[in-house]
C-alpha cells in the first residue's frame, strides 16, 4: 500500500523536476529526496498544491549536520499528507559557509518558529523570513550551537574524557 | 537586546500601555513571556519570548546512548511523561525491527491513556480554574494523583516516570498496580460525569468560553497545530487512528472532533478523549485477559536490560548489562521518525543513526512548540482576560516549549 503510494510519488516529481530530484530512497517505508535550493520552494508547493500528491501538512523543519560532506548542513522538510495517510522527507545540502536557502514561511505559516528555530541551533538563513531572530537561545550566545564542532561539555574536563570509559 | 521586545512609549500621545505578562505570573502556569501592547483591556499586539528553560536535550542526546535519552524525554511534556517515554522507546524498535509482543502493546496501551487522562485533567481543569471555578479544579485533580500512584507502582516512579525498556517494561504489572487501575476505572468516570455537569451547561463558564479564540481548520493547519487543538477545529487527524502504533488498531474508539476551534469546543474535545481513553484502558484490560500471562517484553537480549538479580550473579547477563549502558550495541546506520499522539497532539522523533553508541542526530518534534507560536498572533484584539483562557485552553507545557 504505501509502496504504491511512495512509486506514485516518485513517479509525479520525476515528471515535474527531472534530475533536480536524487538520492531516493525509502527508510522504513519513508520516501526520502534530496534536491536543491533554487527549486526547494517549488518543489514544497507542488507537493502542497498538486491534487494527487497533496502534502497539506507540515509536520517540521530541522537541520543536520555532516561536518565531513562538501555541502555540510543538511536543511530536512517533513510533509505528511493527511488524506493519503503518506509522510515525506525532503532533504536540502547547503554549504556551511553560506547557509542559506529559501524560506517556507509562504507556504505554511507554521514554518515561522521552526525556521527560527533551525536558525538558532544551525545558523541557517531563511531567505525572505519575516522575523529571523534566536528563539530558544539567547542572542549574545554568538555562535550555532548544534554543529558538530561545539563540544557538549568543557573539553578540559578530565573526569570525562571518553578514554576513561574505553571509548 | 532583539530578544528582549521593549516598547518605548515615548510618544506622549499614545495611551497604550506595555505589559510583560511572564515569565513568571501566576495565571500563566509555566514559564512564559509575553509582552503585551494594551489599549484598556484589550490586546493590540503581542510578542512571545520562549527559551527560559531550555536545556539543549538534542544536542545532550547527541552524546547520550539509547537508555540516557528516556530520562530527557521525560521532561519535555513533564504532564504525560510515558507517552514520551514510550514514543522514544517505539523509535528506537522501530529502529531495530523489533516486534513487541501484543501484551506488551496493551499494557502501554494502559498506560498512555492512563498518562493522556492525567495531561487533559490538568488542562481542563485549570481552564475551569482560570475562569473562576475552582472547585471542579481541586475536585477532578485528585485523580490525576491516583494515576500517578498507578505509575508508582509499575515503575516506581511518578512524575518523570523514565517508565519502560526497550522492547517493552522492566518488570510486569503487579495484582496491586492491576487493583489501582480497576480502582480507577470505577471511580473516575462517575467524578468525570459531575465535572461534566458542573461546567458544560453552566452559563458562566460558557459565556466565558464559547466563541473565544475561535481558530478555522485551515488556519490551524497552516500553523501545523495538532492534537485536541485541531480537532476541536474540526479535523478528525489523530495520530492513533492515521498511523497505529502499539497496536491502537485492534481496539474500537471514536476520534471526538468539535467545529469551531474556540476554547469551549477544545474543551469538549478533551473531555471527550478522556471518556474514549477510558473505554480503551477497559478493552486493554479485557484484551490482556486472553494474553500469555507473563510476557512484558520482546526477547531482545541485545537491546533490553537484563534483570538487577541476574546481573548481580550471572557473567552473561552483567556483560550484556554493561554492553547496553555503555551504547555498545550494533544498530543499524538508518534514519527513522516515529510519531506518537501526544497529551499536546503530534509528537514526532526524528533520529538519524550513524553506527554509533549515540545518535547522530535526534529531533523532537514537539507539539506545544509548534502549537504555541499562533499565540501571539491570536491574541490580538482579545481581552487580557481572554488571553488567559486561551493560553490555558492551548495547554502550553513550558518543558516541551523549550525543550
Known sequence: MEESKNQELIQLLGNRFGEKITGINEPYGLLTFTTSKDVILDVLKFLKEDAAADFNFLTDITAVHYPEKKQAIAVVYHLHSMRNKVRTRVKVFIDEHHPTIPTATSLWKGAN????????????????????????????LGVHP??????????NRVDKKDEYFGR | ??????????????????????????????????VLQLDGERIVSGVSTIGYIHRAFEKIAEHRPFYQITPLTDRLNYCSSPINNMGWHMTVEKLLNIQTPKRVDYLRVIVMELSRIADHIICNTIIAQDTGATTTFLYLFQFREHIYEIFEEVCGARLTTNIGRIGGFERDFND???AKINKFLKEFPVALKEFESLLNRNRIFIDRTAGVARVPAETALSYSWTGPLLRATGVDYDVRVSEPYSSYQDFDFEVPVGTSGDIYDRYLVRNEEMWQSVRLIEQALEKLKKEPAGIFHADVPDFYLPAKEEV????????????I???????????????????NGELGFYLINDGGRTPYRLHFRRPSFINYQMFAHMSEGMLLSDAIINMSSMNIIAGELDA
Open chain 1, 113 to 140: 518558529w521552526m525556521e527560527r528555530e533551525t536558525y538558532d541551533f544551525f545558523g541557517v538563513k531563511f531567505e525572505g523570513h519575516p522575523d529571523l531572530r534566536r528563539i530558544l537561545n539567547m542572542d549574545d
Open chain 1, 146 to 155: 548544534m554543529l558538530k564542532q561545539y563540544p557538549l561539555e568543557d573539553p
Open chain 2, 1 to 34: 537586546m532583539n530578544n528582549q521586545p521593549v516598547y518605548t512609549d515615548n510618544d506622549p500621545q499614545s495611551e497604550l500601555v506595555t505589559l510583560n505578562l511572564g515569565p513568571t505570573h501566576p495565571a500563566t502556569h509555566g514559564v512564559f513571556q509575553n
Open chain 2, 176 to 178: 496491586i498496580a492491576f
Open chain 2, 312 to 323: 548481580y550473579n550471572n557473567m552473561e547477563a552483567l556483560i550484556y548489562h554493561f554492553k
Open chain 2, 325 to 343: 549502558v555503555m551504547g555498545e550495541i550494533d544498530a543499524p546506520k538508518a534514519e527513522v521518525y516515529h510519531a506518537v499522539e501526544g497529551g
